[in-house]
């Protein structure tokens, strides 16, 4: 395993989700007195599982048809697209 890039795709993903709608959606379902927190954990952690394979799987079939240049460029216009979106309706 390439450490460097274990580390720089989980700071990035980490960084990311740190106060998003997943993780204010986790600490609501936390509060509840009568739900598990380990069902909690372990709910909220299979469902980040999940939806990271299908973005790798998602990642993995667009490699095979775009280059992965485009892919970048792809990828930012979406970043921006969302950031516009976001400051659009703020």
């Known amino acids: 395993m390439d450490w460097k890039i274990f580390l720089t795709i989980f700071a990035a993903v980490f960084i990311a989700e740190l106060g998003d709608k997943t993780q204010l959606a986790t600490m609501l379902f ?19 599982i999940v939806a990271s394979a299908i973005g790798v799987l998602a990642g993995s079939l667009l490699s ?4 992965e ?7 930012g216009v ?6 516009v979106f976001t400051l659009y309706n703020a």
């Open 69 to 75: 240049k485009y892919l970048h460029y792809i990828a």
């Open 30 to 48: 936390a509060a509840d007195k009568e739900v598990s927190k380990w069902t909690v954990f372990v709910a909220a952690s299979a469902a980040l």
């Open 78 to 83: 979406g970043f921006i697209g969302i950031g």
């Open 64 to 67: 095979e048809y775009i280059n």
